[in-house]
């Protein structure tokens, strides 16, 4: 799956699961763009996925995690497992 479809997902999932609809976003972005970005047409920025995610209530690490984990097929520990090596315990 490719990067934009795979986050394109996950933000539908994420919107989803909070019985959101596109126009709610209309705030921030229009439901135009809200649908091309969920069809994976246009790729995210991370302030407009930060300001996506704090209007749903969640982390946009939640999304980009879930994003991820849909294009690799890879699973939620082997991620996390990941990002803790890289970033380290100290944070």
């Given at each position: 799956m490719e990067l934009n479809d795979a986050m394109g997902q996950a933000l539908r999932n994420a919107r989803?699961?909070?019985g959101l609809t596109?126009?709610?976003?209309?705030?921030?972005?229009s439901r135009t763009?809200?649908?091309?970005?969920?069809?994976?047409?246009?790729?995210?920025t991370v302030n407009k996925l930060t300001s996506i995610a704090d209007m749903m209530g969640v982390h946009?690490?939640?999304i980009l995690a879930e994003?991820?984990?849909l294009q690799s097929g890879g699973s939620l520990?082997?991620?996390?497992?990941?990002?803790?090596?890289?970033?380290?315990?100290?944070?």
């Open positions: 989803v699961r909070k596109q126009e709610d976003f209309g705030s921030i972005s763009y809200i649908s091309s970005l969920e069809r994976g047409m246009k790729g995210v946009p690490l939640s994003g991820f984990l520990d082997e991620l996390l497992a990941r990002v803790r090596t890289e970033i380290g315990d100290e944070h």
